[in-house]
């Protein structure tokens, strides 16, 4: 970016003192005669030698050969009656000892802008013109003999008054180490490090207004299982969030030291309900995902809201939408896939879950695109979802109207929507490994340094400057910036709340140009969530509204579903791709196999006899929750088997239910069937299931019951015929007999006559005990004409 920052005009008397005394010193500084060109350090112990030629300056090629850390610098904005204690290591990476070593500190002019600041920090070798003058003597530390990697440390410690500062303004450190070598015997500079002093002896007139954004976002650490009890306990994919919670950890250490400074909070909401679910007995997946084992955080995880609850006592709360969506993702890759209904979820969200959890209203009308890299495409689908005002950054909106000063955060971007352009040097001083004291010292006076001179650039106007440092600051990045925000001294900078920013009036002459979309920044593009990852999202989307349709207690799934859904566009995947499409296959996964266990169970083929029959289907549920679904039989062969409607059918959760449909035959063959289960707005739900059907009118068991049937009657006519036959052969006998029986009443023999009640009975020869036929007395003659008998 063109450098809109430096102070015009500006030379300071105490830098022209400065050059005047370093002009005097190099024009005495003596070289040493013959073959070798000895490089002479400026200062009292520049070495006196005869003079032939004299360098401008000392070799840059000898000043690296020691490496000079600065770990600590205290005051970080000194007054007049302070001590500055500045303390590090030296070490040797050259390849012979140095002797009669001694660590200095010098003191060079003050910075005529920003820029200034930028290439002072980047210069690795030591520049006699450029590095100051060495405080006196008696300030110095001896460091004697140094061999070849080892370390020393050291500890400066000079009265501010020593340091003859002079006018307001930003001054350039060095701490140097000098020293001669065996091959070299002569005092040169072995190594030096630069830094920077901010110098306000009164507070500017116009001091700037300094929003300072406190950033509260995490990974995704929930999976979009639950248990199966009543409470539906949370499944995280691992432990990890409570060694964040933990003191130390990164998430307690934003906690810890943001309570104390002037910063507006930002936060995702995600972050709150995870870590509220925390507070509740949880689970914790294992690699297979089929065992659980008890979450250990829920201690950690109460003191860590707790803590929170206080901290943002009186501070601005601005939530992010919930899982913090990747904006420009969704701007360039999903808005046609009907991801941008997710946002506005998201958003909605937002402001509950930071309500109930925090008990604050939060601001819900901000968007963070990462890096502050904006395009019209990302503006407009942040603001789709409600926000009006857009956190850039001024490497994405940059100034193209040659301002000589950097301009007030806020622009109005047209459509009624504000830009807060966050600066870019100040919200990136902060990345990289805080953890090594050298970088957090050093940032944290480049940071006080450009502060300092973004006011000095136009003493005059009061203008408004947002950091918006990176999303997930490690714990040691935290601390750098808590650090720099407590050197602030109220001197040239005040603190302001973001939504204030927001109205603070907009300069005029600032860029309010919405970037075109091909500017975005290439590397930004490559980190963005693929086609096919909002592909896989739409597939999870449209099975999961399916599965609603049939659920009878819809939020058990729709809720943590939903929420999964949404994580899984969050910006925290730019940094882990891989994470990212393992975390949707699983949601995918899981949710596929919800659904399977709502089916239909298979059928063999079968056979239906007659005209009419019915048709048992069974569907089964292996969910918790009763479902209800419709469902269809169909006969693909309607001429010869038809089937009755449709039926709703309601199966409670671990059950299954039968349902008979009515079947009629019209002709006899085979015919498929095919039974399919429906939604409630006919949607096909799961695959279908095609058995056979063999229709027959009269069925092989018919066939052999009337067969059976027609046997018994032949039985029966034979049975009849035969004893006929015997009553026939029985009539013959008496008639013979009643010849005998005349011829006997002639010869005077007397019979007696049945008594009352007794019938005549017929005595069939050989078988006197036989009882009469149950046809009764029949006559001896055969049948007549007209007489049927059935066999």
């Not at 933990?246 to 906690?255: F, K, N, S």
């Not at 079968?606 to 169909?634: C, D, F, H, K, Y």
Request: charged residues 20%; proline residues 6%.
């Amino acid at each position: 970016m063109a450098e809109p920052a430096e102070l015009q005009g500006t030379t300071s008397a105490r830098a022209r003192r400065w050059l005047r005394r370093t002009a005097a010193l190099l024009t005495a500084a003596p070289v040493l005669a013959g073959v070798l060109q000895i490089p002479a350090a400026p200062g009292a112990h520049a070495q006196t030698v005869p003079a032939r030629t004299a360098p401008a300056q000392a070799k840059a090629s000898g000043s690296r050969t020691v490496d000079v850390s600065i770990d600590s610098l205290t005051p970080t904005t000194p007054s007049k009656s302070d001590t500055l204690t500045v303390s590090g290591t030296v070490t040797n990476h050259g390849n012979s000892t140095i002797n009669t070593s001694y660590v200095g500190l010098r003191v060079g002019p003050t910075m005529d802008g920003r820029n200034a600041i930028d290439t002072a920090a980047k210069r690795k070798d030591y520049e006699a013109g450029l590095d100051g003058i060495e405080v006196a003597d008696k300030y110095e530390q001896k460091i004697g003999k140094l061999p070849v990697g080892i370390s020393r440390d050291f500890t400066l410690s000079i009265p501010v008054k020593e340091l003859s500062l002079g006018e307001n303004g930003v001054y350039q450190l060095g701490v140097t180490l000098t020293g001669q070598t065996r091959s070299q015997p002569w005092p040169q500079v072995k190594g030096i490090e630069r830094t920077f002093l901010p110098w306000q002896q009164t507070a500017a007139p116009k001091k700037s207004n300094l929003t300072f954004l406190w950033p509260l976002i995490s990974s995704t650490h929930l999976t979009a299982r639950t248990g199966a009890d009543e409470q539906q306990t949370p499944i995280f994919q691992n432990d990890d969030l409570m060694a964040e919670l933990a003191p130390g950890g990164r998430l307690q250490q934003l906690v810890s030291l943001g309570k104390n400074l002037p910063v507006t909070w930002v936060i995702d909401p995600d972050l709150l309900a995870t870590v509220d679910a925390m507070t509740k007995p949880y689970e914790v997946q294992s690699q297979t995902e089929d065992e659980t084992t008890d979450g250990r955080g829920q201690a950690v995880a109460k003191q860590w809201l707790n803590e929170l609850e206080q901290a943002v006592e009186g501070h601005q709360v601005v939530a992010l939408p919930f899982a913090d969506p990747d904006l420009a993702s969704l701007a360039h890759r999903g808005k046609n896939m009907g991801a941008l209904s997710h946002l506005q979820t998201a958003t909605t969200l937002a402001s509950t879950t930071v309500d109930t959890v925090l008990h604050v209203k939060p601001r819900t009308d901000f968007a963070w695109p990462v890096n502050g890299a904006i395009d019209s495409s990302i503006v407009d689908v942040a603001t789709s979802a409600g926000a009006h005002n857009i956190i850039a950054r001024s490497d994405s909106l940059r100034e193209t109207r040659g301002l000589q000063y950097t301009p007030t955060a806020a622009r109005q971007i047209g459509g009624g929507n504000t830009a807060v352009v966050a600066d870019a040097r100040l919200s990136t001083a902060f990345m990289g490994d805080m953890t090594r004291a050298e970088n957090a010292t050093l940032a944290v006076q480049r940071f006080l340094a450009q502060t300092q001179m973004l006011t000095l650039q136009a003493p005059d106007k009061q203008r408004s400057v947002v950091v918006a440092p990176q999303r997930m600051p490690t714990a040691s990045q935290a601390q750098a910036m808590a650090a720099a925000l407590g050197g602030l001294s109220g001197r040239w900078t005040q603190p302001l709340s973001l939504g204030q920013a927001a109205k603070a009036q907009p300069d005029p002459g600032a860029t309010q140009r919405v970037p075109a979309a091909r500017s975005y920044p290439a590397a930004l593009r490559r980190q963005e969530l693929p086609t096919g990852g909002f592909l896989k999202i739409q597939q999870t989307q449209a099975t999961l509204d399916k599965f609603e349709t049939i659920l009878t207690a819809k939020d058990r799934v729709v809720t943590p579903f939903g929420t999964a859904i949404t994580r899984e566009i969050s910006t925290s995947w730019r940094t882990d791709p891989r994470g990212a499409t393992g975390f949707r296959d699983s949601v995918q996964a899981y949710l596929q196999g919800l659904t399977e266990k709502v089916r239909l169970i298979k059928k063999t083929n079968m056979t239906l006899s007659g005209r009419s029959a019915t048709i048992p289907v069974t569907v089964q549920n292996n969910l918790l929750q009763p479902v209800e679904l419709r469902l269809v039989l169909r006969s693909q062969q309607g001429n010869r088997l038809a089937v009755s409607d449709p039926q709703v059918v309601t199966v409670q959760g671990g059950h299954s239910q039968s349902v008979k449909f009515g079947t009629t035959a019209n002709a006899n063959g085979r015919a498929w069937v095919t039974a399919q289960l429906y939604t409630a707005d006919n949607q096909t739900y799961g695959p279908k299931m095609t058995f056979k059907v063999n229709v027959t009118e009269i069925t092989s068991t018919v066939i052999l019951v009337i067969a059976g049937g027609v046997l018994l009657l032949v039985l029966a006519g034979i049975r009849i015929y035969l004893q006929r036959k015997r009553a026939a052969a029985g009539s013959d006998e008496d008639a013979a007999g009643n010849g005998e029986k005349q011829d006997g009443e002639a010869a005077g023999d007397e019979r007696t006559e049945p008594g009352e009640g007794e019938r005549p009975r017929a005595r069939v020869p050989g078988q006197a005990s036989d009882p009469a036929p149950d046809t009764g007395s029949q006559s001896a003659g055969p049948s007549g004409s007209g007489e049927k008998v059935e066999h």
